[in-house]
């Protein structure tokens, strides 16, 4: 095939309906949330703008067509998440968080599962939640580690026809839901036989909720995203249904990793959509502002070098993500270390070019009556979360490069 960067006429109608929303309710979250004090009152106040985004059927959209959604793939993805991620952080990344929370059913579920888990999905109404219950306190880069490790620390017993799970969570997207007793479906990485080495102890359950014993302790204070629901809760005797798990016993571990490696590729793409807002008012600022001389700023040459290194990083980091996102799709060899550099370049290229851009505009921006100053505390989080780049990315780049089989070639090959 050859290679080829255009969108399809479909896609192209999803960016543009997805860009078309960003601008009429995306743009709206920041002056509903931002004056409020807590996180959870915050969170709560996204919920009309989320309800809106199920109702003109993104949600349905970018579930696979298979499954009874509208989504062809990961570049559908890829393209709301730009579109949104320009124009809002908190409720796009509360959407992206539920596919991330449903993504063990949509890879690992019988039929019958995902039939009957993904259901409330797929219906344009409401504010269903899902979320993945991966990260605990005390980290999980070492989730998968064999004894004397501990690995995932959550645990699941059988009991009669359900399973009673116990442990603790942090860091997971909207898992307490709205109302704080748990999202509507809750995929929760546990160890389901403590004897048992890694790749047959983890495995996958999910809780349907709201569920007894789910109990939030608190909503964390994060950086950035001061609108989106990350908390720290227990999961106390919690009860699953027998056959809500994912794949059967033992297969967590897979579920884990094919989960995060299609949601590395569009770390990129957020950084992507990072960079380009703030990269739109940098050279608006440019363009306008003298600050003091006798020209626009931007007809300095320190300027405009640096305008243009951002939009040429801005160029390349989307090439690579997208790159990533159609190899996934296409299943193709190299799609992996794609996705892995997708995620590490565009998350700390981010952090970077947004840096940059704010000694363009220069002091001002540090006042968050100016935009940068909150996207460089958005952006913050992409180099540190869905796998660390330095605890978890980074090294499973290391692993690759060190197996026998590796063909520093294969990834270049991957879109050919």
Same mark, same amino acid.
């Given at each position: 095939?050859? @290679?080829?960067?255009? %969108?399809?006429?479909?896609?192209?109608?999803?960016?543009?309906?997805?860009?078309?929303?960003?601008?009429?309710?995306?743009?709206?979250?920041?002056?509903?949330?931002?004056?409020?004090?807590?996180?959870?009152?915050?969170?709560?106040?996204?919920?009309?703008?989320?309800?809106?985004? @199920?109702?003109?059927?993104?949600?349905?959209?970018?579930?696979?067509?298979?499954?009874? +959604?509208?989504?062809?793939? %990961?570049?559908?993805?890829?393209?709301?998440?730009?579109? /949104?991620?320009?124009?809002?952080?908190?409720?796009?990344?509360?959407?992206?968080?539920?596919?991330?929370?449903?993504?063990?059913?949509?890879?690992?579920?019988?039929?019958?599962?995902?039939?009957?888990?993904?259901?409330?999905? %797929?219906?344009?109404?409401?504010?269903?939640?899902?979320?993945?219950?991966?990260?605990?306190?005390?980290?999980?880069?070492?989730?998968?580690?064999?004894?004397?490790?501990?690995?995932?620390? !959550?645990?699941?017993?059988?009991?009669?026809?359900?399973? @009673?799970?116990?442990?603790?969570?942090?860091?997971?997207? #909207?898992?307490?839901?709205?109302?704080?007793?748990?999202?509507?479906?809750?995929?929760?990485?546990?160890?389901?036989?403590?004897?048992?080495?890694?790749?047959?102890?983890?495995?996958?359950?999910?809780?349907?909720?709201?569920?007894?014993?789910?109990?939030?302790?608190?909503?964390?204070?994060?950086?950035?995203?001061?609108?989106?629901?990350?908390?720290?809760?227990?999961?106390?005797?919690?009860?699953?249904?027998?056959?809500?798990?994912?794949?059967?016993? $033992?297969?967590?571990?897979?579920?884990?990793?094919?989960?995060?490696?299609?949601?590395?590729?569009?770390?990129?793409?957020?950084?992507?959509?990072?960079?380009?807002?703030?990269?739109?008012?940098?050279?608006? /600022?440019?363009?306008?502002?003298?600050?003091?001389?006798?020209?626009?700023? @931007?007809?300095?040459?320190?300027?405009?070098?640096?305008?243009?290194?951002?939009?040429?990083?801005?160029?390349a980091t989307r090439a690579l993500s997208f790159r990533?996102?159609?190899?996934?799709?296409?299943?193709?060899?190299?799609?992996?270390?794609? #996705?892995?550099?997708?995620?590490?370049?565009?998350?700390?290229?981010?952090?970077?070019?947004?840096?940059? %851009?704010?000694?363009?505009?220069?002091?001002?921006?540090?006042?968050?009556?100016?935009?940068?100053?909150?996207?460089?505390?958005?952006?913050?989080?992409?180099?540190?979360?869905? +796998?660390?780049?330095?605890?978890?990315?980074?090294?499973?780049?290391?692993?690759?490069?060190?197996?026998? $089989?590796?063909?520093?070639? !294969?990834? /270049?090959?991957?879109?050919?």
């Open positions: 095939m050859p @290679i080829d960067f255009t %969108l399809t006429a479909e896609q192209r109608d999803l960016q543009l309906s997805a860009r078309k929303f960003a601008r009429r309710v995306l743009v709206e979250v920041g002056p509903a949330t931002r004056h409020l004090p807590t996180p959870e009152a915050r969170f709560a106040a996204t919920r009309p703008f989320y309800e809106e985004a @199920i109702r003109d059927g993104f949600l349905h959209r970018l579930i696979p067509v298979p499954l009874g +959604g509208g989504g062809t793939g %990961l570049l559908d993805l890829a393209v709301v998440a730009e579109e /949104f991620q320009a124009v809002d952080v908190n409720v796009s990344l509360t959407l992206f968080a539920t596919l991330l929370g449903l993504m063990p059913v949509m890879l690992g579920g019988s039929p019958e599962q995902c039939q009957r888990l993904l259901a409330p999905f %797929l219906n344009r109404s409401g504010a269903p939640l899902a979320a993945f219950g991966f990260s605990e306190p005390g980290g999980s880069a070492n989730f998968a580690a064999p004894a004397p490790a501990e690995g995932v620390r !959550t645990t699941a017993r059988l009991d009669g026809d359900h399973w @009673i799970v116990n442990g603790a969570k942090q860091w997971v997207s #909207s898992a307490t839901g709205w109302g704080g007793k748990g999202a509507d479906l809750i995929s929760v990485v546990c160890r389901t036989d403590p004897a048992a080495p890694p790749d047959k102890a983890i495995s996958v359950i999910v809780v349907e909720g709201p569920a007894d014993g789910i109990v939030m302790e608190r909503a964390l204070e994060s950086v950035g995203h001061r609108a989106h629901l990350t908390p720290r809760f227990k999961i106390s005797s919690v009860r699953a249904r027998k056959d809500n798990i994912i794949g059967g016993p $033992g297969a967590g571990l897979q579920l884990v990793e094919g989960s995060f490696t299609s949601t590395a590729a569009l770390v990129g793409v957020f950084g992507v959509a990072l960079m380009r807002a703030a990269f739109e008012f940098a050279l608006n /600022f440019a363009r306008t502002e003298r600050r003091g001389g006798a020209v626009p700023i @931007i007809e300095h040459q320190a300027v405009g070098y640096a305008l243009a290194d951002a939009k040429t990083a801005i160029e990533a996102c159609h190899a996934l799709d296409a299943q193709a060899p190299g799609a992996f270390e794609l #996705s892995l550099q997708s995620k590490i370049f565009g998350s700390e290229t981010a952090v970077r070019v947004i840096t940059d %851009l704010m000694r363009v505009v220069g002091i001002d921006s540090y006042d968050h009556q100016l935009p940068l100053a909150g996207l460089l505390q958005d952006a913050l989080a992409y180099p540190l979360f869905d +796998g660390g780049n330095m605890g978890v990315r980074r090294r499973q780049l290391h692993m690759l490069l060190m197996s026998p $089989g590796y063909d520093p070639l !294969t990834a /270049f090959a991957a879109t050919g």
